[in-house]
């Protein structure tokens, strides 16, 4: 069994993430500059403050900071989506499936069920858009680890974007 919570925005950055009952969860915030993106703000409700440092490439969660480059590894070969996070006891392995349809955040030790599942927004033209959702294990209480997850999965899904904007751009300029 698990909670979901659901971006009410297409844009996960700056966005509001509420549960099935309406209440709100985690709020994002980003600012910007002339480079792009700064810093991605997440205010949890239980009052614990995540911040993504774009530039900086790091986390900072109530006030401790770690770089990506500690915290994230590479675990699935060269060209994987796959990469293990770590911040604290338990390591997590952050994988797509399904062709990016849904991405799996899976502890390294400890129960399987504590998976943490994100599912995309998904666009479409003759129907509703689906809205991006992560499901957090109902028995899931540790509000640390799931504003580390929280990030970790927002990180990895602003990057899949990302990367994708950017072979489009470059199919645009080869067409051309």
């Given at each position: 069994m698990s909670i979901a919570l659901t971006f009410t925005?297409?844009?996960?950055?700056?966005?509001?993430?509420?549960?099935?009952?309406?209440?709100?969860h985690y709020n994002t915030m980003t600012t910007k500059g002339i480079m792009g993106r700064k810093v991605t703000?997440?205010?949890a409700a239980s009052g614990l403050v995540g911040m993504i440092n774009w530039r900086?490439?790091?986390?900072v969660i109530n006030g401790v900071q770690r770089k990506w480059?500690?915290?994230k590894a590479r675990s699935g070969g060269l060209f994987s989506s796959e990469r293990e996070w770590n911040w604290g006891p338990r390591p997590f392995n952050l994988k797509y499936h399904d062709s990016h349809k849904e991405l799996l955040a899976t502890p390294l030790i400890g129960n399987p069920a504590d998976t943490v599942r994100f599912l995309p927004y998904h666009g479409h033209l003759?129907?509703?858009?689906?809205?991006?959702?992560?499901?957090?294990?109902y028995h899931m209480q540790d509000e640390f680890e799931k504003m580390f997850?929280?990030?970790?999965?927002?990180?990895?899904e602003i990057h899949r974007q990302d990367q994708n904007r950017?072979?489009?751009?470059?199919?645009?300029?080869a067409a051309e």
């Open positions: 925005a297409r844009d996960l950055l700056n966005s509001t993430v509420v549960g099935a009952e309406g209440g709100v703000t997440i205010n900086e490439k790091e986390f480059d500690d915290i003759f129907h509703e858009n689906e809205r991006a959702i992560i499901h957090f294990p997850l929280f990030m970790a999965i927002v990180e990895t950017d072979q489009r751009d470059v199919a645009l300029l």
